[in-house]
């Protein structure tokens, strides 16, 4: 049984930073590329974060590059996205996705290359 569970996300001020946590249970995380994505009410689904299976790849949507940071700890079953100076457009939910691809070396911020979510978990940003 695999299932992806979100935790971190929380009401924070504008500047501020949150870590959210992306813990898988019923499988291995070692050999997948993994992603985050978000989700405002009304808006597209957006891609703003993956890494490859290896970690040596990863991508970001232009609109969080030098702001948010993905990293795996497969030790812990876990990955993250760091989350720095936060935004106002920022608010959205947020979730994290696995991909079965066996390509190694890279990953894609693309939707349909997923095939497991979370359930989510909200982040507000605001004064």
């Known amino acids: 049984q695999l299932q992806l569970v979100e935790s971190g996300g929380g009401l924070v001020q504008p500047g501020g930073s949150l870590r959210l946590s992306c813990t898988a249970t019923?499988?291995?995380?070692?050999?997948?590329?993994l992603g985050w994505f978000r989700q405002a009410p009304g808006k597209e689904r957006e891609g703003v974060a993956c890494?490859?299976?290896?970690?040596?790849?990863?991508n970001y949507a232009d609109s969080v590059k030098g702001r948010f940071t993905i990293s795996r700890d497969n030790a812990k079953n876990t990955f993250y996205l760091q989350t720095n100076s936060l935004k106002p457009e920022d608010t959205a939910k947020y979730y994290c996705?696995?991909?079965?691809?066996?390509?190694?070396?890279?990953?894609?911020?693309?939707?349909?290359?997923?095939?497991?979510w979370g359930q989510g978990t909200q982040v507000t940003v605001s004064s």
């Open positions: 019923g499988l291995s995380l070692n050999n997948y590329a």
């Open positions: 996705a696995l991909s079965i691809t066996t390509v190694q070396t890279i990953c894609r911020t693309m939707g349909n290359w997923y095939d497991y």
């Open positions: 890494i490859s299976i290896s970690g040596g790849s990863t």
